[in-house]
């Protein structure tokens, strides 16, 4: 590899453009393991393609025999990245799960899944992906390395960040996105709180209208069907939006485990959502959004 010379800046596999001194600098040590949230990005060290997708389901595949093993757990949050420092390369995954509340796994499952969530993972993860069982076969990957992490880990990095006012952007969101968690209300299935949320405009006056936006694919399209629902049929008198959204994250987050632990874990930390243009409402200096989460999770 040759100097390079005045190099102002590059881009790197993440599509960050990363800015470099004009001028020679000490750089620190970089530690051998680092907790990297960059869920949305391939991993992709030899055109394998594994995404995450792939680890998701490989993950679940793990969990699910795990239960058969009567061992009470789910999967929390997790992130991965490629490992590339050390050759062959390989990929690291950091994994938080879920206990039932109702029945804690002891210290010797605690060890049986510490022992064998390494190589479990690498076999289900070879048969979601067939271009890396490939690149197994052919050494060119070493198996894959899974840590299991504290409770609360993931919910203190993000609340970190938050703290520190980063763009989440920064953060590639998990591949599970918080908004789509479905949930039952009154005998039927809304997808996102969205869903819930604009459907309540018209559920009084235009069921029909309700019931369009309730079923609408994307949570964004139920937010564009209701704008156009607005200038043409009338809204329910009675529609409380704070009530209705509420009623709609009571019911989100008490009917997923996932989503009822982390918020938890958040314990009595201050929650505010990332303001942006969109949803100035419930992310204002009132912060809305965020006192409605604050009050679920004293309820709970």
Partial sequence: ???????????????????????????????LISLAYRVGSLLDAFGEKTNEQHVMSALQAVVRQWKQYEIP???????????????????????????????KIDAQQLQFLQNTLS????????????????????????????????KGTFSTFMLSAAAKEVFDAKYKSQRIEDNDYSFIIDGKHYATVEHYYQSQKYVDECPEQAEAIRTAETALQAKDMSSQFKSIYPRSTSFDAEAVMLRGLRAKFTQNKQLMALLKATENKILREMPGKADSKWSNDQNMLGQLLMQIRDEL
Avoid: H
């Fill in 1 to 31: 590899m040759g100097d390079m010379i005045n190099c102002t800046r590059f881009l790197c596999r993440a599509d960050d453009l990363v800015p470099l001194p004009a001028e020679p600098v000490d750089i620190p040590r970089i530690p």
């Fill in 73 to 103: 757990v789910d999967i929390c949050d997790f992130t991965s990245y490629p490992k590339l420092d050390v050759f062959p390369a390989k990929y690291v995954i950091f994994l938080e799960l879920i206990e039932d509340e109702e029945r």
């Fill in 119 to 150: 190589s479990e993972v690498e076999q289900q993860l070879c048969k979601a992906n067939e271009y890396y069982k490939d690149y197994r076969s052919a050494s060119k990957l070493d198996p894959i390395a899974c840590i299991l992490v504290r």
